[in-house]
């Protein structure tokens, strides 16, 4: 561990030399990189700076209890070997997660498509609840919302609605929301006052750059029609909204949200572009799926991931069998215990590959 540690160490400080150098400032697109890259590794370098010192420390303190006669100093020597050892131990520990390879589409943007399932009106109004959920989550990391496209449902809510959120590490956080979401409550419809069961699905895709996939134009075929629901003027008088259809794969992507054909046309691409990525991505996901159950909602969305139970206040993640009496709160947007807690069962079960695989 300490030579990997060195050996990053050593990258650090190259980084550091390269953005000092005056040359750097000339080329703003790799200094940029670097500048990220130095921010990515300073964590693990401040724990191996950490880390030798307690090895120096530990080294010093032994020699001390080979050498020393007088009990007194002798007993403060044991004390802190015993104290040094625990932040030795607790220190790897936390190093070994650091050295975990980070999974590079877990820095990309998102895009996410959320549909009603099982449960006729009450899924698409709790299609529109996840919406509110994630919005409000967005809003409160500082991420920016993009909607693309949506189908209202007939009592409110969400038949579909499939939107981009932008913003830093936005896959690596929201991936693990993609599956089956299930809700149990009385409907607003329900006079009798029965709990009724519905669902809705959450798919979460890492939003694929022109350079991870080619798209051929030839491949695609391109339609225009007028859009529909709220808009102004221009609803049902201009064809601004685009259906995009890749043919080898037979993919639709629609988007109506801008008045603008051509920004239409260009938040389509990216979906569309996205889509035929996670093709590919998706034998990945398959893969690791089988090995970690944090993300078997990912490599199979028709999984079901997590219930939010109304009359109890609960809301229980199946994957870590973690349950939460709090469901107001996570509905409101405040997630991030929920994904903690999936983000660090993904790190032990990744954590364990890497030491099968040593």
Same mark, same amino acid.
């Given at each position: 561990m300490l030579d990997k540690l060195e050996g990053i160490y050593q990258r650090y400080k190259k980084i550091e030399e390269e953005m000092n150098d005056p040359s750097a400032m000339s080329d703003m697109k790799r200094y940029i990189k670097?500048?990220?890259?130095? &921010?990515?590794?300073?964590p693990i370098v401040e724990a191996y700076h950490t880390y030798r010192d307690i090895l120096g420390n530990l080294e010093s303190t032994h020699e001390i209890l080979k050498t020393e006669k007088e009990s007194d100093f002798r007993?403060?020597?044991?004390?802190?070997?015993?104290?040094?050892?625990?932040? &030795?131990?607790?220190?790897? %520990?936390?190093?070994?997660?650091m050295l975990i390879p980070a999974d590079p589409q877990d820095k990309k943007n998102a895009i996410v498509e959320i549909r009603?399932?099982? /449960?006729?009106?009450?899924?698409?109004?709790?299609?529109? !609840?996840?919406?509110?959920?994630?919005? #409000?989550?967005?809003?409160?990391? =500082?991420?920016?919302? %993009?909607?693309?496209?949506?189908?209202?449902?007939?009592? /409110?809510?969400?038949?579909?609605?499939v939107f981009n959120v932008t913003g830093e590490k936005v896959y690596g956080r929201l991936k693990f929301e993609s599956g089956v979401h299930r809700v149990q409550r009385v409907p607003k419809t329900e006079t009798q006052g029965r709990v009724h069961t519905s669902a809705a699905s959450v798919v979460v895709l890492p939003e694929a750059e022109e350079?991870?996939?080619?798209? =051929?134009?030839?491949?695609? #075929?391109?339609?225009?029609?007028?859009?529909?629901?709220? /808009?102004?003027?221009?609803?049902?008088?201009?064809y601004s909204a685009i259906r995009l259809t890749h043919v080898p794969t037979n993919i639709v992507v629609t988007c109506q949200d801008q008045k603008s054909q051509i920004k239409n046309y260009e938040k389509a691409m990216r979906v569309l572009r996205s889509r035929i990525y996670e093709m590919?991505?998706?034998?990945?996901?398959? !893969?690791?799926?089988? &090995?970690?159950k944090t993300m078997v909602s990912t490599g199979d969305r028709s999984a079901k991931?997590?219930?939010?139970?109304?009359?109890?206040?609960?809301?229980? !993640?199946? #994957?870590?069998?973690l349950t939460i009496y709090n469901l107001q709160s996570i509905i409101d947007g405040n997630i991030d215990e929920l994904i903690d807690q999936l983000q660090l069962a993904e790190n032990a079960e990744r954590l364990k590959e890497e030491l099968a695989d040593t």
């Open positions: 670097l500048n990220k890259d130095h &921010k990515e590794l300073q007993e403060m020597a044991r004390d802190e070997m015993e104290k040094l050892s625990s932040e &030795k131990e607790q220190l790897e %520990e936390e190093i070994r997660y009603a399932g099982a /449960g006729g009106d009450e899924a698409s109004i709790f299609a529109g !609840d996840l919406y509110r959920m994630y919005s #409000r989550y967005c809003e409160n990391k =500082k991420w920016k919302i %993009e909607p693309v496209s949506e189908t209202e449902g007939t009592a /409110g809510g969400f038949k579909e609605i350079f991870d996939v080619e798209v =051929k134009q030839e491949d695609i #075929r391109k339609d225009t029609y007028c859009s529909s629901g709220p /808009g102004g003027q221009s609803v049902n008088t201009t590919e991505y998706k034998k990945y996901l398959d !893969d690791i799926s089988s &090995k970690r991931i997590r219930t939010y139970n109304w009359p109890q206040g609960r809301v229980t !993640d199946h #994957r870590i069998n």
